[in-house]
């Protein structure tokens, strides 16, 4: 079992920055993968970055650049910097395990001037 739980989520104006963290508990020697997906409005979910239990990183092109993701002991965090309107979603944490697919229950950022 995987809890996680985000926040860090808010009103940023374009250009600007903030950070999104995901507390993990729970079994988390099953983790092999953790991510962010976000969700805007009439849109599908979107994979945004994930990071290996090697420490390897992808990212979506749209990102790419801007937003970094990185994880210290029991947290992951996304960087989001130059921050543009279309990144306007709410975000969530992801971990995959062997038996199962966990999500947190999401935080809204919102991009606008």
């Known amino acids: 079992q995987v809890q996680l739980v985000e926040s860090g989520g808010g009103l940023v104006q374009p250009g600007g920055s903030l950070r999104l963290s995901c507390a993990v508990s729970g079994s988390i020697f099953s983790i092999y993968q953790m991510g962010w997906y976000r969700q805007a409005p009439g849109k599908q979910r979107e994979l945004v970055a994930h990071?290996?239990?090697?420490?390897s990183t992808n990212y979506a092109d749209s990102v790419k650049g801007r937003f970094t993701i990185s994880r210290d002991k029991n947290i992951v965090y996304l960087q989001m910097n130059s921050l543009k309107p279309e990144d306007t979603a709410v975000y969530y944490c992801?971990?995959?395990?062997?038996?199962?697919?966990?999500w947190g229950q999401g935080t809204q950022v919102t991009v606008s001037s």
């Open positions: 992801n971990a995959y395990t062997r038996s199962a697919d966990y």
């Open positions: 990071i290996t239990s090697d420490g």
